[in-house]
């Protein structure tokens, strides 16, 4: 078993626009980690045209991983990435299924099913993002939504395989609006996924799998959603480009 190691990561979606930033906001964030920080893993999602930059300038101690992936591994796919392509570049985690992918981009399950697969596959990891819209938590069925997402997305993922998978929960109403979910409406959707999970998996897998909240986390809402039992780390959207901002974040309190 491989146990619930905190996970702190930033999602730098379109951003920052030059090469340059990119390496400056990667080394100002590595500055963050010290030796008396929180023992988590802590990961930058970056374009994939800065990954390499950002590496050099993370040094070890960061993950710098990829916002997506392509579900094919080669061929006629204009624009796309593969999973051998950013494993032969150390990428160890990407991202699949954020909302805005399924949205923007019209990413479906199977789409994003076939995209934890590939990189499952390839040896290397994959942070499935899940959440309701406005409307559905409104009709109460944040629960169901996130069911239906877990068990598509993880489809034909093993037990043992587990291990490679964290779960980002990012209600689609919380994402970049500013209204961050109360640690306790958060807490109470995370238990309900772990629930899936166990469903999935059993209870070994299930009390191992990392859960993270998205969804407008800030310095000031860190230390609250860290404390939920079942909220084990932040996927951090636009504070992630602040070193300041995310450093707290990564240095937050229990
Ligand atoms: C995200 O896009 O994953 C996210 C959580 O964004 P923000 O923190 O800006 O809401």
Redesign the pocket.
């Known amino acids: 078993l491989w146990g619930r190691k905190p996970f702190i990561s930033g999602?730098w979606?379109l951003n920052p626009q030059t090469r340059d930033e990119a390496v400056k906001l990667a080394a100002d964030i590595a500055a963050t980690v010290t030796p008396e920080s929180p023992d988590a893993d802590v990961a930058l999602f970056v374009p994939y045209v800065f990954i390499e930059a950002a590496q050099k300038s993370a040094g070890d101690r960061l993950f710098v991983g990829a916002e997506g992936v392509c579900p094919e591994i080669k061929g006629a796919f204009t624009g796309a990435v593969s999973a051998t392509m950013l494993k032969s570049l150390g990428v160890q985690w990407a991202l699949a299924g954020?909302s805005?992918r399924r949205v923007i981009f019209g990413e479906s399950d199977e789409y994003i099913n076939g995209q934890c697969l590939k990189l499952i596959e390839q040896g290397m990891s994959v942070m499935l993002?899940i959440g309701e819209s406005e409307a559905e938590y409104e009709q109460n069925l944040a629960g169901p939504v996130c069911a239906v997402q877990l068990r598509k997305g993880l489809a034909g993922i093993t037990a043992e395989q587990m291990s490679r998978v964290a779960i980002?929960y990012?209600p689609v109403w919380?994402?970049?609006?500013g209204k961050v979910a109360t640690p306790e409406i958060a807490q109470s959707v995370h238990a309900t996924c772990r629930g899936i999970l166990r469903d999935m998996y059993g209870d070994a897998i299930a009390d191992q799998t990392r859960i993270l909240y998205?969804?407008?986390?800030t310095p000031e809402s860190v230390d609250g959603l860290m404390a939920q039992p079942d909220i084990d780390g932040a996927?951090?959207?636009?504070?992630s480009l602040d070193a300041a901002k995310f450093g707290r974040i990564i240095n937050f309190q229990t």
Do not use: P
Not at 174 to 177: D, K, N, Q, R, V
Not at 214 to 217: K, L, P, R
Not at 235 to 239: D, I, S
């Open positions: 999602n979606k954020h805005e993002c980002a990012e919380a994402i970049g609006t998205g969804g407008s986390v996927l951090v959207g636009g504070a």
